[in-house]
Antibody, heavy 120, light 113 residues
Framework: QVTLKESGPGILQPSQTLSLTCTFSGFSLSTYGMGVGWIRQPSGKGLEWLANIWWDDDKYYNPSLKNRLTISKDTSNNQAFLKITNVDTADTATYYC????????????WGQGTLVTVSS | DIVMTQSPSSLAVSAGETVTINCKSSQSLLYSGNQKNYLAWYQQKPGQSPKLLIYWASTRQSGVPDRFIGSGSGTDFTLTISSVQAEDLAIYYCQQYYDTPYTFGAGTKLELK
């Protein structure tokens, strides 16, 4: 059974760095063709893709976030991470991690999401 | 970036009706190397995570009822829900995974008439 669960700080202040963790089970990020992505959704709004990391450590980012993103993984502990630097109120959203691949090349399994609020 | 345009933005239906949601991409999502369209449909109910319904434009994800049908190719795609049930009331998103940045449509909210 594939499960993913996001964790984060809940609330942080503008200009701080947001650190998110995705802890998953039921698959390995060392399996050929496997990946994990991060997607966010402000309350009442649509979905925005942020980044993907693949089994071979290949990484892709949304250029709209202008180099503020860093994605990484810890294969042995079944975790993926996302850091967003210099946050502001526009980064307030629910953040999801999701599995990609190996046979379905998009987000087939999603976590429950973690709400992050940026406020002074 | 590939822009995904969904229509309508909302739709009021009665149970048992058939509904059609449209999604148009700003460039073709058909990859010539494998003749697959890199287009997915998701369903999101209030307070829940998105759920993958359709990928490769027309392949139903395991466990998805066969009343959900994806069609289209190139730049024009459709999600058809036949005989809508109350449990289908949700927001539906299309998404392209042809190229990064992956992009989503703005969503179509399916409501009860």
């Amino acid at each position: 059974q594939v499960t993913l669960k996001e964790s984060g700080p809940g609330i942080l202040q503008p200009s701080q760095t947001l650190s998110l963790t995705c802890t998953f089970s039921g698959f390995s990020l060392s399996t050929y063709g496997m990946g994990v992505g991060w997607i966010r959704q402000p309350s009442g709004k649509g979905l925005e893709w942020l980044a993907n990391i693949w089994w071979d450590d290949d990484k892709y980012y949304n250029p709209s976030l202008k180099n503020r993103l860093t994605i990484s993984k810890d294969t042995s502990n079944n975790q993926a991470f996302l850091k967003i630097t210099n946050v502001d109120t526009a980064d307030t959203a629910t953040y999801y991690c999701a599995r990609i691949g190996p046979t379905v090349a998009t987000f087939a399994y999603w976590g429950q999401g973690t709400l992050v609020t940026v406020s002074s | 970036d590939i822009v995904m345009t969904q229509s309508p933005s909302s739709l009021a239906v009665s149970a048992g009706e058939t509904v059609t949601i449209n999604c148009k991409s700003s460039q073709s999502l058909l990859y010539s190397g494998n003749q697959k369209n890199y287009l997915a449909w998701y369903q999101q109910k209030p307070g829940q995570s998105p759920k993958l319904l359709i990928y490769w434009a027309s392949t139903r994800q395991s466990g998805v009822p066969d009343r959900f049908i994806g069609s289209g190719s190139g730049t024009d795609f459709t999600l058809t829900i036949s005989s809508v049930q109350a449990e289908d009331l949700a927001i539906y998103y299309c998404q392209q995974y042809y190229d990064t940045p992956y992009t989503f449509g703005a969503g179509t909210k399916l409501e009860l008439k």
